[in-house]
């Protein structure tokens, strides 16, 4: 059964670092886009940084640009979102999502298949 788990959410203050992690059980996890995403409370859920499959291109939202790195641990089995200079705008559900072989339109949540179900993000100001 594929499966996403997210875990690192926590209250922090505005100017820390989070770094998030999503444990998949995908196979072989190199064959998969990652995507991240968030949801703030009354908003749209919105893209914040992907990865494409095999380690390829990275792409970010502009809201986190030079603030939020994507990574992943493909052995592992394991992404990551190392979230630096948080700000309270920031504060939302943040959910991982997965999707095979993507390489285009990965800001695009429609696009993923498989999702975790979501750790929070609260940061304080």
């Known amino acids: 059964q594929v499966q996403l788990v997210e875990s690192g959410g926590g209250l922090v203050q505005a100017g820390d670092s989070l770094r998030l992690s999503c444990a998949a059980s995908l196979g072989t996890f190199s064959n998969y886009a990652m995507g991240w995403f968030r949801q703030a409370p009354g908003k749209e859920r919105e893209f914040v940084a992907a990865m494409g499959w095999n380690g390829g291109n990275t792409f970010y939202a502009d809201s986190v640009k030079g603030r939020f790195t994507i990574s992943r641990d493909n052995p592992n089995n394991r992404g990551y979102l190392q979230m630096n200079s948080l700000k309270p705008e920031d504060t939302a559900v943040y959910y991982c999502?997965?999707?095979?072989?993507?390489?285009?339109?990965?800001?695009?949540?429609?696009?993923?298949?498989?999702w975790g179900q979501g750790t929070q993000v609260t940061v304080s100001s």
């Open positions: 999502a997965a999707k095979f072989r993507g390489s285009v339109n990965l800001a695009t949540a429609g696009q993923y298949y498989y």
